[in-house]
């Protein structure tokens, strides 16, 4: 069955930078739709990267230029980097995959989802 494993969270000052990863079991990579979501308490989860069927990221604008989202298909391992974090990126990220919607933004689309991993910035 199809599992995704993030890793990497943690807490940093304002400014910092922190990278999550995303192991997928059960599915090869270069075959699934793959994104990052984040939900922070008391807010709706919400879309911050994705990768499109041609290969290209996309990205929330309120990370644009901060976050990069990249994908090892050989190690099948989903990358987050995120940069200059502020304190409105604090939240619980999660890794999700669906096999049809590549690049989207919808949570209800994504059929797997990883346990999340807290980012705390302050």
């Known amino acids: 069955h199809v599992q995704l494993v993030e890793s990497g969270g943690g807490s940093v000052q304002a400014g910092g930078s922190l990278r999550l990863s995303c192991a997928v079991s059960g599915y090869t990579l270069s075959q699934f739709c793959v994104g990052w979501f984040r939900q922070a308490p008391g807010k709706e989860r919400e879309g911050v990267a994705a990768i499109d069927r041609d290969g290209k990221p996309k990205y929330a604008g309120s990370v644009k230029g901060r976050f990069t989202i990249s994908q090892d298909s050989i190690k099948d391992t989903l990358t987050l980097r995120m940069t200059n974090l502020q304190p409105g990126d604090t939240a619980v990220y999660y890794c999700?995959?669906?096999?049809?919607?590549?690049?989207?933004?919808?949570?209800?689309?994504?059929?797997?989802w990883g346990q999340g991993t807290q980012v705390t910035v302050s």
């Open positions: 999700a995959g669906q096999a049809d919607y590549c690049g989207s933004f919808y949570a209800y689309e994504y059929i797997y």
